[in-house]
Structures are given as C-alpha cells and as structure tokens.
C-alpha cells in the first residue's frame, strides 16, 4: 500500500498543481528565450508521464509490457494536457492554445521514453525497482 502511495502521489499532486496554476491569470514575464511557455509545457508534461509512467509500472500485472505502460502514460498525460486546456478555454484570463497541447504532447512522449529508457537500463543492471542492491 506504501508502494502505491508513494509511486501515486507525485502525479497526482503534480497534476494538481497544473490545474491550480491554470486557473489563475497568465503572468506576464520577460521573455527570455522565444516560445518559452511551449519549452515550460513541454518539460512539465515529460516529466507527468514519467511519473505516470512510473506509478504503472508499480501496479502492471506481469502480463503487460513495460512498452503498454509506456504507451498508456504518454496517453493519459497528453489526455491530461487536452483536459487542462479545455479548462483554459472556460477561464477568461487564460487561453487555450493548440501547440501548448502539441507541446504536452511532445513532452509525454519523451517522458514516457525516458522513463523506459531509464527502466530498461537498471532492469539490465538487475535493480530492483530502481533501487542498486
């Protein structure tokens, strides 16, 4: 139950954080580098599906490949991307934005590889979880 838990909690607050800060009126901020809210999309939502990625992992029944999981969390986080924009749609201080949505996108696929990459890596290693041993 712990092992829930602690592999849940990340997404699920991460998320949470996403929709509270979405709610409120776009910060209008000095524009370091051109399209830098695409570039902030794109890195929050890679690391969504990683944690995504991760919380499946734990609970997948042998059966299931570490690539359906994958797959499955680029989905739900892109779905998750979508949902907030929406949300952006119904909120008049924000605006919904189809390449924000492309950027969640972009950033659940690599996220999600990453994490498979990074799974693959410590399974070939013999880890467990993770975790050296």
């Not at 092992?3 to 901020?29: D, H």
């Not at 051109?34 to 969504?48: E, G, M, S, V």
């Not at 749609?89 to 492309?102: G, M, S, Y």
Request: proline share 5%; with cysteine; aromatic share 6%.
């Amino acid at each position: 139950m712990i092992r829930q838990l602690t592999a849940w909690l990340p997404p699920v607050l991460l998320y949470a954080l996403i929709t509270v800060q979405s709610s409120f009126p776009m910060v209008i901020a000095r524009r370091l580098i051109p399209h830098q809210d695409k570039i902030a999309h794109f890195l929050i939502f890679a690391l969504l599906s990683g944690l995504i990625a991760r919380g499946l992992s734990t609970v997948r029944p042998c059966t299931v490949s570490l690539g359906r999981c994958l797959v499955a969390a680029a989905a739900v986080a892109t779905l998750l991307g979508v949902v907030d924009e929406i949300h952006q749609a119904f909120n008049p201080a924000r605006t919904a934005e189809v390449l924000d949505a492309c950027a969640d996108l972009g950033g659940a696929i690599v996220g999600a590889g990453l994490f498979g990459y990074i799974a693959r890596r410590h399974a070939a290693r013999g880890d467990v979880d993770g975790q050296a041993g």
